[in-house]
């Protein structure tokens, strides 16, 4: 459905994602939402559309081919994701992953398009591998069923073997994924060329990002408002389905745009500019009661780094307090209580501030910066988003 170049992406990878292993060098993810929508095709086609073509088939027939066709169209939509991932690649794009999910799936890119060619024509592979799908089993149906010509009514499709029909609904879901792909509603691929197109005549992607989102924007709206006019007009189910995309898509256009937006504008940007310096240390040999009335109380320093012989050993937070009984904290030190080093998750000086921002994003404390085996600054959140207020404003919007 799009692509994205969040580096994020490897945190993604927890306990929702199942890994299917590699296709063409290319690691290939399903997140468990996809079960959602695999349960939801084979219900609507097994449970309405095929007994609605198909009224004698039998429970079995009808069931086993739902699930062969659901299981096609994850796989339809794999190789639209796969398309927009290996035209990525030949372009120098880095590519992580593929991710399905339950709205489609995501090609994650390492890092942007650099011209506006490349971006369109990453962004056009996926619509045009659907397009090739829905002619190539439309194709299949013909073989199958030689003089099949439908003219709309479900009497038919009563004609089709199993096989046929099956292929007949792939061409028409593959051809309506290509379709729904073209809205030009940033990020979905149609909003992707739409802001090449405008990227390519203006030479300002910065603009062209912002209008394409707007249009997204745009695009979400008209759908939740054509979703309400035929919910009123007694087409609750569609109505609903359409709000609820349009809203989605809508959501969806502001926030990638200000990702995108954001990470531009961090290029560059090393946190050893803006990490803390400022900060105090505590030696292993503190009983943990003098920590607590001397520094946690006294500081908003959240993690301290702790030196044994002027070397970093660990770090001690508010947290680690809750390994040590209350009544225990006058005999006991930093040292039992704190974090060792080995065990912390640190960020390595000149770390790129976009990357150290979805690490923090994933472990809520603010980390230590290491240089040299030695804890040379403390970086939080808000340290990135200051920098990006002082930039661009307190609140910059798409
Ligand atoms: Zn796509």
Redesign the pocket.
């Known amino acids: 459905?799009?692509t994205s170049n969040d580096s994020a992406s490897d945190s993604r990878q927890g306990w929702a994602q199942i890994s299917l292993g590699h296709l063409f060098g290319i690691r290939i993810g399903l997140h468990v939402s996809v079960l959602i929508i695999f349960a939801l095709i084979v219900s609507s086609l097994g449970g309405g559309m095929f007994p609605q073509w198909h009224p004698d088939w039998s429970a079995a027939v009808r069931w086993s081919s739902a699930i062969i066709a659901a299981a096609l169209f994850l796989a339809s939509l794999l190789a639209?994701e796969l398309s927009?991932a290996v035209t990525a690649r030949r372009l120098g794009i880095g590519i992580r992953g593929i991710t399905l999910f339950l709205f489609g799936g995501v090609a994650e890119m390492e890092s942007e398009a650099r011209t506006p060619r490349d971006e369109f024509l990453v962004a056009a592979a996926?619509?045009l591998a659907s397009f090739v799908l829905a002619i190539v089993f439309s194709f299949l149906t013909g073989v199958l069923e030689p003089g099949f010509e439908p003219s709309g009514a479900p009497a038919d499709f009563a004609t089709l073997g199993v096989a046929a029909t099956i292929t007949l609904w792939l061409s028409m879901v593959n051809f309506v994924l290509a379709v729904f792909?073209l809205i030009p509603g940033f990020p979905l691929?149609g909003g992707r060329l739409f802001r090449a197109l405008l990227w390519w005549k203006t030479g300002d992607v910065v603009q062209a990002t912002r209008q394409a989102a707007a249009v997204g924007r745009f695009a979400g709206w008209v759908m939740i408002f054509w979703g309400v006019w035929r919910a009123v007009h007694g087409d609750t189910v569609n109505g609903l389905w359409l709000v609820f995309i349009g809203w989605f898509l809508q959501r969806l256009a502001v926030m990638s745009a200000a990702q995108i937006l954001m990470e531009r504008s961090l290029k560059g940007l090393s946190i050893d500019a803006i990490m803390r310096t400022h900060f105090e240390h505590v030696p292993t040999e503190l009983p943990l009661n003098t920590f607590i009335d001397d520094f946690l109380l006294r500081s908003s320093q959240l993690v301290w780094p702790v030196t044994r012989d002027g070397q970093d050993v660990g770090v001690m937070t508010l947290e680690r307090l809750h390994n040590v009984v209350p009544t225990d904290r006058a005999h006991t030190t930093v040292a039992d209580a704190m974090q060792p080093i080995a065990e912390v998750v640190t960020l390595p000086a000149g770390t790129p501030a976009q990357e150290a921002l979805h690490r923090l994003a994933e472990h809520a404390t603010p980390m230590p910066v290491i240089r040299d085996g030695r804890v040379v600054g403390l970086i939080h959140q808000a340290d990135v988003l200051k920098w990006l207020a002082l930039h661009h404003g307190p609140a910059e919007t798409v």
């Open positions: 459905m799009a639209h927009h996926g619509p792909n691929d």
